[in-house]
C-alpha cells in the first residue's frame, strides 16, 4: 500500500517562504503523476499545482502562479513545493497525492500558517 509523509509546514510571516516536502514509499513513485492540494477551513480542497511523472510538465493554480514552484526528485521518491511571496490567504493544510490511473494516495497534511 502506498504511503505519503508531508513535512515542512509551519507558521511564517507575510512575505517569507516555505519548502514542503513529501516523501512517497511502497509504490513506484516514477511512474506516478503528484499534485499539491490544500484546504482552508471552511473552504473545499482545491489543486495548487501538478507535475508528471518524468517532471517535464506542470500546472499550477491561478492564485500562486509566479510564487510557488513544484519539483521532484525521482530517485529520493520526493516531490516538493517551493512556496514565495507567502500571503494570509495560503493559511491552508496541505496535502500531495499521487496519481496512476484510477490509483490514487494521499498524505496526511501539513499546516501552513501565514500570519504576522
Known amino acids: 500500500q502506498g504511503q505519503l509523509v508531508e513535512s515542512g509546514g509551519g507558521l511564517v510571516q507575510p512575505g517569507g517562504s516555505l519548502r514542503l516536502s513529501c516523501v512517497a514509499s511502497?509504490?513506484?513513485?516514477?511512474?506516478?503523476?503528484m499534485s499539491w492540494y490544500r484546504q482552508a477551513p471552511g473552504k473545499e480542497r482545491e489543486l495548487v499545482a501538478a507535475?508528471?511523472?518524468?517532471?517535464?510538465?506542470?500546472n499550477y493554480a491561478d492564485s500562486v502562479k509566479g510564487r510557488f514552484t513544484i519539483s521532484r526528485d525521482n530517485g529520493k521518491n520526493t516531490v516538493y513545493l517551493q512556496m514565495n511571496s507567502l500571503k494570509p490567504e495560503d493559511t491552508a493544510v496541505y496535502y500531495c497525492?499521487?496519481?496512476?490511473?484510477?490509483?490514487?494516495?494521499w498524505g496526511q497534511g501539513t499546516q501552513v500558517t501565514v500570519s504576522s
Open positions: 497525492k499521487a496519481d496512476f490511473f484510477a490509483v490514487n494516495y
Open positions: 511502497g509504490f513506484t513513485f516514477s511512474t506516478y503523476a
Open positions: 507535475i508528471n511523472s518524468a517532471g517535464r510538465r506542470t
